[in-house]
């Protein structure tokens, strides 16, 4: 039986079949909100704060599916634009874009409430932004006159809902994967929110960020190797008793969640430890000691957990290939990178300076994470557009050549610089890289010179 059409208004009602939609969708949103709280009980609470102003969203929407049998187009068109900003942006006040569902089954630890928490409300989103577009499709329909006397508006308005929700679904299941150069995560603590807690005696044991981790790809040996420093800076030991790792799952389009790997213990095969006392069993680091763990591995790592007895330091080393484009030493985007070919040419130098401006006696090839370092030419002809790249020790690029903000040579004396990379806010991870020149002609870039330099965790 269908809503009777508004007399003389030409724009029909939702049929049976769209009511019995609405208010299963209100239904399904509604236990999505509870789900958290029914599995996990009142330890989901603090979890609700992430996610603010999106529940209260949610939970009205929900009231509005299941109470609403007329069409709102103004209101429908303004819950859709609330719904887009859940679904594709991050806002403090709302939290983790529901876009990131890839990102919450591959980090997902299944043993640990994180699923059970974040999932729900992750799939509520989407279902606030689908329900949002079905109910504007329909009003948008309803004033068609064809589209309100057609004997099927119940079965086309369950096809348009299905193919809103596989393409909302899917959508965050076929984002690239990309394993970085460099981390991606940061340290947290066994059973708490984001951000490190203190431990009695009012500070972390190891001190772990961003710089302090890196990868790297043999090509050759097929091996990655990821690296890790931490530095113990209690006055007591501090012991690392677990290293845990999340793996990619195997390849297929449906398999999205990520397999949990013990490495350690034992402690020993395929694990390379310095400044600490290894056993069997653990590690001990020293008071003020760095530990500087090694770990070697045929597959990617999607995330290196070090477990110490109190806390859990969990580095990422994966980002999304669409939210972490090539960057240039100025921060710009310029493009996808040209084809670049190898041409040294012996005349051509390549000088790394530390600070500004530029003089022999800046000139060096060894800095801190996140100390600024400005690359100079010389040997280029006057007029030859030029710029600078760096790679890592297997020859994957680290900062690409941004094509957007190439310079020209001014002078073609003396040196000549352009770019500033490793900066405080964007730091190199310690390890071995390559600064590359490149210059470019007929939109092709030609690697002339380099300068090998050398990374280490600051200060």
């Given at each position: 039986m269908e809503v009777k059409t508004k007399a003389g208004s030409g724009i029909g009602g939702p049929s049976k079949i769209e009511i019995y939609i609405r208010k299963v969708l209100g239904i399904l949103l509604i236990l999505l909100i509870l789900a958290p709280l029914v599995f996990i009980g009142l330890s989901a609470l603090p979890i609700f704060g992430v996610f603010l102003l999106s529940l209260p969203i949610a939970i009205a929407t929900g009231i509005y599916l299941l109470k609403s049998k007329g069409r709102h187009l103004v209101l429908d068109a303004f819950l859709a634009l609330l719904g887009a900003l859940m679904y594709f942006y991050f806002i403090p006040l709302i939290g983790i874009p529901a876009v990131m569902l890839k990102g919450f089954l591959l980090a997902a630890d299944w043993s640990e409430m994180f699923p059970m928490a974040f999932l729900p409300l992750t799939a509520s989103k989407i279902l606030v932004f689908g329900a949002a577009v079905f109910l504007l499709i329909g009003d948008i329909l309803a004033r068609s006159r064809a589209f309100v006397?057609?004997?099927?508006?119940?079965?086309?308005?369950?096809?348009?809902?299905?193919?809103?929700?596989v393409v909302l679904f899917g959508a965050p299941f076929l984002r690239p994967v990309v394993f970085s150069g460099s981390p991606q995560g940061t340290a947290t603590t066994i059973g708490s929110g984001p951000g490190p807690s203190p431990v009695p005696g009012g500070s972390m044991p190891f001190s772990i960020s961003f710089e302090d981790a890196s990868v790297s790809f043999d090509s050759e040996d097929d091996l990655w190797t990821y690296q890790i420093a931490a530095r113990n800076q209690l006055s007591e030991d501090a012991e690392i008793v677990e290293i845990v790792a999340l793996k990619p799952p195997?390849?297929?389009?449906?398999?999205?969640?990520?397999?949990?790997?013990?490495?350690?213990?034992?402690?020993?095969?395929?694990?390379?430890?310095?400044?600490?006392?290894e056993t069997s069993e653990k590690i001990i680091v020293k008071p003020g000691s760095t530990l500087t763990i090694r770990i070697f591995s045929k597959d990617p790592l999607l995330s290196i957990s070090l477990v110490e007895k109190r806390t859990r330091y969990d580095i990422g080393f994966w980002s999304f290939a669409d939210e972490y484009p090539p960057t240039s030493p100025a921060g710009g985007q310029g493009g996808p990178e040209p084809e670049i070919v190898e041409a040294l040419d012996p005349s051509v130098k390549v000088f790394l300076a530390g600070a500004v401006p530029p003089t022999p006696e800046t000139f060096k090839t060894n800095f801190a994470a996140g100390e600024p370092i400005y690359p100079q030419e010389q040997g280029l002809a006057k007029g030859i557009k030029y710029g600078f790249r760096i790679v890592g020790t297997a020859?994957?690029?680290?900062?690409?050549?941004?094509l957007g903000h190439l310079e020209e040579v001014r002078g073609g004396a003396g040196a000549e610089g352009y770019g500033t990379f490793?900066?405080?806010e964007l730091p190199l991870p310690p390890g071995s890289y390559r600064m590359e020149l490149i210059?470019?002609?007929?939109?092709?870039?030609?690697?002339?010179a380099y300068e090998n330099f050398s990374v280490y965790s600051g200060p």
């Open positions: 006397r057609s004997s099927r508006r119940g079965p086309i308005s369950a096809v348009i809902l299905l193919s809103i929700f195997s390849e297929g389009l449906f398999n999205i969640v990520s397999e949990k790997r013990r490495l350690a213990p034992p402690f020993g095969e395929g694990i390379e430890v310095t400044g600490g006392n020859g994957e690029v680290i900062v690409s050549l941004d490793n900066p405080e210059k470019v002609e007929d939109g092709k870039g030609i690697m002339v």
